[in-house]
């Protein structure tokens, strides 16, 4: 009697051990995390609208997202506390075989410069590709705060950067996302006629 229970005791204090190790391999959000999940699912992309002055000047917005699975929500949510901006929304998606997503989505202008970039340029992404659009980013964000968006010249150097960015980058219209995002409708009516250039 005295074995079983010294058995029972033992198999118990596994049962815990294997419990304790559970949680404790749960994904634990940090800015090493924030980047390597950028680097598979994140994306760094520029909002353009057509010319609305006689400069030939243009809306300019950048933006960054990342893009997960249904599932997958709760570590959105875990990314915007850490980053303290932005928002998680969902996604429908209405082509077959492809399922339902929230996105994180960081639009601010404020917080794209005060926190998003800042946050890349001290965590560096470690693909190639994520680094070089992040780096095209920039510099369109350093064209914005210098105001070149307002005149032709500034419009078409930040058109020329974008066309360097990754070339797997597809062109989306914003009505298309909007019809997919009931959150996203709260967007001003000129965001609606913008056309959505990024990096995947």
């Known amino acids: 009697m005295s074995k079983i229970k010294a058995l029972r005791s033992q198999l118990s204090h596994s049962k815990s051990k294997l ?17 390597g999940l950028t680097d598979g699912e994140g994306c760094f992309y520029v909002l353009v609208r057509p010319p609305y002055n006689h400069s030939g000047g243009a809306l300019v ?50 917080d794209i410069m005060g926190t998003i970039i ?18 095209i980013f920039c510099k369109i964000a350093e064209l914005v705060s210098k105001g070149e968006h307002h005149h032709q010249k500034g419009i078409e150097l930040i058109k020329q950067l974008k066309s360097q960015m990754n070339h797997r980058t597809r062109v989306v219209r914003e009505s298309r996302t909007l019809r997919g995002n009931a ?13 959505e250039v990024g990096s995947s």
């Open 61 to 110: 917005q950048l933006k960054f997202f990342i893009k997960m699975q249904a599932q997958d929500k709760k570590l959105l949510d875990e990314v915007q506390k850490f980053l303290g901006c932005g928002a998680v929304y969902f996604q429908h998606e209405t082509r077959a075989n492809h399922a339902q997503c929230y996105r994180y989505t960081v639009h601010s202008y404020r």
């Open 118 to 135: 800042p946050f890349f340029l001290e965590h560096a992404l470690h693909t190639q590709s994520k680094q070089k659009s992040f780096a």
């Open 19 to 35: 419990n304790g190790l559970g949680r404790r391999t749960k994904p634990i959000i940090s800015a090493d995390y924030i980047t």
């Open 183 to 195: 959150k996203y409708a709260q967007l001003s009516q000129s965001a609606r006629h913008t056309m």
